[in-house]
């Protein structure tokens, strides 16, 4: 079926359009991928609702339910659970058995979807997302003027989501790759070192290091008020150590040095100025000290970038990151693919003696700068 006027030209069939001649297999080609990614975006309400509500928890708790079944389960009205169930078995996250009726959610997805605690949880996303549409407004209005868009006035779902994001990445690789890939961190940490996270968020990396490490103690920075207090909060629940604490400050202005290590998990190419927040840094840091920044992975050409983890990369930072540099002055916006030579430039510009990069794990750079 052919959706523009057409004749053939050589072997193409071609059209006039408003944007010039097109060909017509190409259009019809990529109005199927949009159409595609369309499905995918609304799948992505249901997704979190599914999160939100705890549907697949539920789904994840029985072999296979009927609607009628997971309703009760669930305690939602079963028509909307039915056509959750239906889009969900439509776009290959549920398996669905036309005998009976019964929809399941197989393990493996379970694992992505229904299980927090999961290497490969990525239920938080979806909250994420509707985070970002709650801002979509805000947004277009700083695309418009150039303003920033602070973290802090996000949506709350956006940092809750982006703590749910990291987490496992942290869980699996905090300890095992990104601590090791620093000469000698790690056995500095065991003999008992003092360490600052900058930027801390939701404190999870920071508490995942205390947790690792009993005999060094760890102070978690953030401008976030909001983060501050729910980082303190986990920090209680995770049995209140004097070991570990958590406090309202920026990445330019906090005290409390000399310390051994400072970290900045995900968070140097948000700030305004990273320049001035390494220099800080660098100020605050023991002679013997090392800063450690783990950043999104990136290649230093766009060019090199232009994958599904780029696209997630920068359409996180056109939406949070960038937005939030450009809210804080500096404006640098480095941006969430920035590459391991700029975050290497930017901690020789803060004076850094030496700055490498220490490792590239498939979803993260490590990078380290000594003073
Ligand atoms: C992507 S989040 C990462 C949070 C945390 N490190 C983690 O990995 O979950 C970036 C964090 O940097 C914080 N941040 C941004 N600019 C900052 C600044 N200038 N000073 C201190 N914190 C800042 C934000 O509030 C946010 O919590």
Same mark, same amino acid.
């Given at each position: 079926?052919?959706?523009?006027?057409?004749?053939?030209?050589?072997?193409?069939?071609?059209?006039?359009?408003?944007?010039?001649?097109?060909?017509?297999?190409?259009?019809?080609?990529?109005?199927?991928?949009?159409?595609?990614?369309?499905?995918?975006?609304?799948?992505?309400?249901?997704?979190?609702?599914?999160?939100?509500?705890?549907?697949?928890?539920?789904?994840?708790?029985?072999?296979?339910?009927?609607?009628?079944?997971?309703? @009760?389960?669930?305690?939602?009205?079963?028509?909307?659970?039915?056509?959750?169930?239906?889009?969900?078995?439509?776009?290959?996250?549920? @398996?669905?058995?036309?005998? &009976?009726?019964?929809?399941?959610?197989?393990?493996?997805?379970?694992?992505?979807?229904?299980?927090?605690?999961?290497?490969?949880?990525?239920?938080?996303?979806?909250?994420?997302?509707?985070?970002?549409?709650?801002?979509?407004?805000?947004?277009?209005?700083?695309?418009?003027?150039?303003?920033?868009? &602070?973290?802090?006035?996000?949506?709350?779902?956006?940092?809750?989501?982006?703590?749910?994001?990291?987490?496992?990445?942290?869980?699996?690789?905090?300890?095992?790759?990104?601590?090791?890939?620093?000469?000698?961190?790690?056995?500095?940490?065991?003999?008992?070192?003092?360490?600052?996270?900058?930027?801390?968020?939701?404190?999870?990396?920071?508490?995942?290091?205390?947790?690792?490490?009993p005999a060094s103690t760890?102070?978690?920075?953030?401008?976030?008020?909001?983060?501050?207090?729910?980082?303190?909060?986990?920090?209680?629940?995770?049995?209140?150590?004097?070991?570990?604490?958590?406090?309202?400050? &920026?990445?330019?202005?906090?005290?409390?040095?000399?310390?051994?290590?400072?970290?900045?998990?995900?968070?140097?190419?948000?700030?305004?100025?990273?320049?001035?927040?390494?220099r800080h840094a660098r100020?605050?840091?023991?002679?013997?000290?090392?800063?450690?920044?783990?950043?999104?992975?990136?290649?230093?050409?766009?060019?090199?970038?232009?994958?599904?983890? &780029?696209?997630?990369?920068?359409?996180?930072?056109?939406?949070?990151?960038v937005p939030n540099s450009?809210?804080?002055?500096?404006?640098?916006?480095?941006?969430?693919?920035?590459?391991?030579?700029?975050?290497?430039?930017?901690?020789?510009?803060?004076?850094?003696?030496?700055?490498?990069?220490?490792?590239?794990?498939?979803?993260?750079?490590?990078?380290?700068?000594?003073?």
């Open positions: 079926m052919s959706v523009l006027e057409s004749e053939r030209q050589n072997e193409t069939e071609v059209a006039q359009s408003a944007t010039g001649v097109v060909d017509v297999a190409r259009v019809e080609e990529f109005a199927e991928k949009v159409a595609g990614d369309h499905a995918v975006a609304v799948n992505a309400v249901l997704a979190y609702l599914g999160d939100r509500l705890g549907l697949w928890k539920a789904l994840a708790s029985v072999p296979s339910a009927t609607s009628r079944e997971l309703s @009760e389960r669930s305690g939602l009205a079963e028509r909307y659970v039915r056509e959750w169930l239906s889009a969900e078995a439509a776009a290959g996250y549920v @398996e669905y058995d036309p005998d &009976g009726s019964r929809f399941r959610l197989p393990p493996e997805h379970a694992a992505v979807l229904a299980d927090d605690s999961s290497p490969a949880a990525l239920a938080g996303t979806f909250e994420l997302t509707a985070g970002l549409w709650a801002s979509v407004d805000r947004l277009a209005h700083v695309y418009a003027t150039g303003e920033g868009f &602070g973290w802090h006035e996000h949506d709350s779902r956006m940092f809750n989501g982006v703590d749910r994001f990291f987490r496992p990445l942290y869980n699996s690789s905090l300890v095992e790759q990104w601590l090791p890939a620093v000469d000698g961190v790690v056995a500095r940490l065991a003999s008992g070192i003092r360490v600052l996270d900058v930027g801390c968020g939701l404190g999870s990396a920071t508490l995942l290091m205390a947790e690792t490490f760890f102070t978690g920075v953030d401008y976030h008020d909001e983060s501050i207090v729910r980082a303190s909060a986990s920090a209680a629940r995770a049995g209140g150590s004097d070991r570990v604490r958590f406090e309202r400050a &920026g990445a330019e202005d906090y005290t409390g040095g000399p310390y051994d290590l400072i970290c900045f998990f995900d968070a140097l190419h948000d700030m305004g100025d990273p320049v001035a927040a390494l100020a605050e840091l023991a002679d013997d000290g090392v800063v450690l920044a783990v950043e999104p992975f990136a290649n230093d050409r766009l060019e090199d970038n232009l994958t599904p983890l &780029g696209l997630s990369y920068y359409a996180a930072s056109a939406t949070i990151c450009l809210s804080q002055s500096g404006q640098a916006a480095l941006g969430a693919q920035a590459g391991p030579g700029r975050i290497v430039d930017a901690f020789h510009e803060a004076g850094f003696g030496t700055a490498r990069q220490a490792a590239a794990t498939p979803f993260n750079l490590v990078i380290e700068g000594r003073a």
